[in-house]
């Protein structure tokens, strides 16, 4: 059974940093692409960073390059989301999903399993 796991979340200040971490067991780890999607309310869930197999692609929504970085560890079956410099309109709920493909997209549908989800909350 395919779990993702995510953590991190929580409610901070504009400005502030977190990092969100998503545990992944019943995969193949290293064999997939991993996305982090975020939804805030009332609006449709919306991609936000996805990299590749082995981290050397990696592509990020235009309005968190330079504030948000994507990683992964292998060893650990685990992808992170580091948020630096949050903003109010971060605010979400994050999700973690892993790709059925190994090319880097950046839709929904791109993606096979999906977490359970993080609430981030950015205060101004």
């Known amino acids: 059974q395919v779990q993702l796991i995510e953590s991190g979340g929580g409610l901070v200040k504009a400005g502030d940093s977190l990092r969100l971490s998503c545990a992944a067991s019943g995969l193949t780890f290293s064999n997939r692409v991993f996305g982090w999607f975020r939804q805030a309310p009332g609006k449709e869930r919306e991609f936000v960073a996805v990299?590749?197999?082995?981290?050397?692609?990696?592509r990020y929504l235009d309005s968190v390059k330079g504030r948000f970085t994507i990683s992964r560890d292998n060893a650990k079956n685990t992808v992170y989301l580091q948020m630096n410099s949050l903003k109010p309109e971060d605010t979400a709920v994050y999700y973690c999903?892993?790709?059925?493909?190994?090319?880097?997209?950046?839709?929904?549908?791109?993606?096979?399993?999906w977490g359970q989800g993080t609430q981030v909350t950015v205060s101004s």
């Open positions: 999903a892993a790709s059925g493909t190994s090319l880097i997209l950046t839709t929904l549908n791109s993606y096979d399993y």
């Open positions: 990299i590749s197999v082995t981290g050397s692609s990696i």
